[in-house]
């Protein structure tokens, strides 16, 4: 039996940054469509069982009524029974679930937010990322038929994964010595004092920027340091930059549509599991992954970490190109037979 | 967005009156002293107060049938909104309209309805006023999840974008109309979407946070005021009480109350002042008893106003025509 888990995100895609920036809106009807096209795509490709995070608007049976209308359903899709919080908690709970019942790939659609949520979970199983949020650096746009097919390669396990997966980095972040947070590509400090809307925008309340990666090509605060820098998702280093103090100014794609000059000085290269003390000049927030998550006092004590304890991210052309080598379509089509 | 102490404070105030005006509301009606209906607030003061909070004195809102919070958040006059209640002729509509019409145009307040989706046309009416006249003033539109299915809220959503009006939709999915769930009555989870249909902004956020839904319509009154056109904003959030008093909420699944009490948009702001210093518990508690005392009053200023006389049931039923084509 081979399987893989899919976990939509349904509140991704809507947030404040549609108002504050020029960011698409994507529907839940879309995020069913390219469900659709995976799990076509995976069963095509050898997978029996896809199971799915349930959510409010029930996406994983609409998936099924909509390929069993079309008699186009030939796998098996179990949406988990679990209780529903309408929250992060859902993603959570969601992961640990799919990992515990030994899924070989999970698909996610999302954005950064809702990938640090699964790699707040998630252990072992690899992580193939679909882009449908806002300020997309983890995930990228890819079409649904392909991560299926690339999910079901990884499911298969006939290959050596060391060819096409990657332990991704990550920043962990510490209060009194106990782990309190992790974001998968960048962490904001900011004057914002609340919570509110979560998303996280005003250049001008940015004290500095902690990344795992960075490129002039990632929408979002990453792209700052991007600008500077470029820091590929292999290099065993991360970086942090301090922000409207002094330096030079830089033009960054800080939003969707919004490339603004910032005051920066230079990065400062932060070591795999180098520890960083930040302390709080004033009142403020942490945000993780574009989202403000922690609210902070003044003379309060962090410690910014980079290490290579992210989840395991599946390269979709490699899994493709390994399977082609080695004739992995070529069987498949002909044990159908 | 910047947000003073003080006007956290206020806005905080005003979450107060809200809940212990419709709390008031509830026992009156018990009690038989408030004849018609009342459909009340209780669990939505965030959606109400940080909206109001993001507008000036001389900008406008269209309410609903569900509308104290939102007249009280605006600046009406719990005094004459009590009356009002008890149907007497110091009432804001001289007692003859009840819960479901009060208005108070110097202060912006076009108008709580009882006809659902009615408020959308008004409020693009006020719209195309302001841009008429070349203020800077913007609408707020307050309405509930199973208006968005009437026509008035597609006309209305289509022309403000048409127009780009500065009207700013709030949209409190409080998850049903009447006793219908959002479930059975929408396939769709977020009205936010149907902004894209009208080419604005739709966005969703927690309408139980206070400082999420000041910070998400302050951002779309800028946005009003600087021309750049109408926004959808979509407030999730939950009415404690049945549509009205007397509604037994058969319909609600056991478990949803509770659970959404426990994200209840009060505690949640007394939290973050304790946490950041912004008031002590004592002085929370002192800001809820003087609240006490302005709900009592009300109830004494409705108690001693007299009844509408029956001769008054024939005035305000027809506008006087004055000179210039105005309306008096």
């Not at chain 1, 030939?74 to 969601?94: H, P, Q, R």
Request: negative net charge; charged residues 25%; hydrophobic residues 40%.
């Amino acid at each position: 039996m081979t399987s893989i888990g899919i976990i939509a995100n349904p509140a991704s895609g809507k947030d404040i940054r549609r108002l504050v920036s020029h960011a698409t809106v994507i529907d839940n009807n879309e995020k069913i469509n390219i469900v659709e096209r995976i799990v076509l795509g995976a069963q095509a490709i050898g997978v029996d069982r896809v199971y799915m995070m349930p959510d409010s608007y029930n996406m994983g049976y609409r998936v099924t009524d909509s390929l069993n209308t079309c008699d186009e359903l030939k796998c098996e899709i179990n949406v988990i029974n679990m209780m529903l919080f309408d929250g992060m908690e859902d993603t959570l709970n969601a992961t640990e679930y799919l990992e515990h019942l030994g899924v070989g790939c999970i698909v996610t659609l999302g954005g950064d937010g809702t990938n640090r949520a699964v790699a707040k979970a998630v252990k072992n199983v690899p992580l193939i990322t679909i882009s449908t949020g806002t300020n997309n650096v983890y995930p990228v746009m890819m079409e649904g038929t392909v991560a299926g097919m690339a999910a079901a390669v990884v499911a298969s396990n006939r290959f050596n994964n060391n060819l096409f997966i990657s332990r991704d980095k990550r920043i962990e972040i510490y209060k009194d010595g106990v782990l309190i947070d992790i974001a998968l590509i960048d962490a904001v400090i900011s004057k914002d004092v609340f919570v509110g809307s979560k998303a996280i925008w005003d250049m001008d309340k940015i004290e500095k920027i902690f990344v795992t990666r960075s490129h002039p090509a990632s929408i979002g605060f990453s792209s700052v340091l991007g600008c500077k820098k470029i820091i590929s998702p292999q290099d065993d280093f991360g970086a942090s930059i301090n922000l409207n103090v002094k330096g030079k100014k830089i033009k960054a794609p800080i939003a969707a549509g919004v490339v603004n000059p910032i005051l920066t000085e230079e990065p400062f290269i932060m070591k795999l599991d180098e520890e960083y003390e930040y302390v709080t000049k004033s009142k403020g927030t942490i945000a993780l992954d574009g989202e403000r998550e922690i609210v902070f006092p003044k003379d309060q004590k962090y410690i910014f970490k980079i290490t290579r304890n992210g989840p395991y991210h599946v390269d979709v052309i490699k899994s493709l190109e390994i399977a082609q080598i080695n004739g992995f379509f070529q069987d498949i089509a002909n044990s159908d037979e | 967005m910047k947000i003073t102490n003080e006007q956290l404070k206020d806005m905080y105030l005003t979450m107060l009156k809200i809940r212990k005006f419709e709390k008031n509301a509830m026992d009156k009606f018990a009690e038989g002293k408030i004849p018609g209906f009342v459909h009340l607030y209780i669990g939505e003061e965030a959606c109400a107060t940080g909206a109001c909070a993001a507008l000036r004195v001389d900008d406008y809102i269209t309410s609903t049938h569900r509308g104290h919070g939102h007249i009280i958040a605006k600046g009406g006059d719990l005094n004459y909104m009590m009356a009002e209640l008890f149907g007497k002729s110091d009432g804001y509509c001289k007692g003859k309209g009840g819960s479901m019409h009060i208005a108070d145009a110097d202060k912006g307040i076009l108008g709580a309805n009882g006809i659902v989706g009615a408020g959308h046309n008004i409020a693009i009416g006020s719209g195309l006023a302001i841009k008429y006249r070349k203020t800077d003033q913007v609408c707020v539109c307050f309405f509930g999840d199973a208006s968005t299915n009437q026509s008035t809220f597609h006309e209305g959503l289509n022309l403000a974008s048409v127009w780009k009006l500065p009207v700013v939709f709030v949209c409190e999915n409080n998850g049903y109309g009447i006793s219908v769930s959002q479930k059975r009555h929408q396939a769709i989870t977020d009205i936010s979407v149907r902004a894209s249909a009208y080419n604005m902004p739709g966005i969703t956020i927690d309408g139980n946070d206070l400082f999420a839904v000041h910070e998400a319509v302050g951002e779309a009154v800028e946005r009003a005021r600087k021309g750049q056109g109408p926004t959808l904003i979509e407030c999730k959030t939950y009415r404690w009480r049945g549509h009205f008093e007397g509604d037994m909420t058969v319909y609600r699944p056991d478990g949803e109350l509770e659970a959404w009490m426990k994200k209840d948009p009060i505690p949640r702001v007394e939290k973050y002042f304790i946490e950041n210093n912004v008031m002590t518990q004592d002085e929370i508690n002192k800001l809820n008893a003087e609240v006490d005392k302005m709900i009592e009053e009300a109830n004494k200023f409705a108690v001693n106003s007299p009844a509408p006389s029956l001769e008054s049931a024939l005035e305000d039923v027809y506008s006087d025509i004055v000179e210039e084509g105005r309306v008096r």
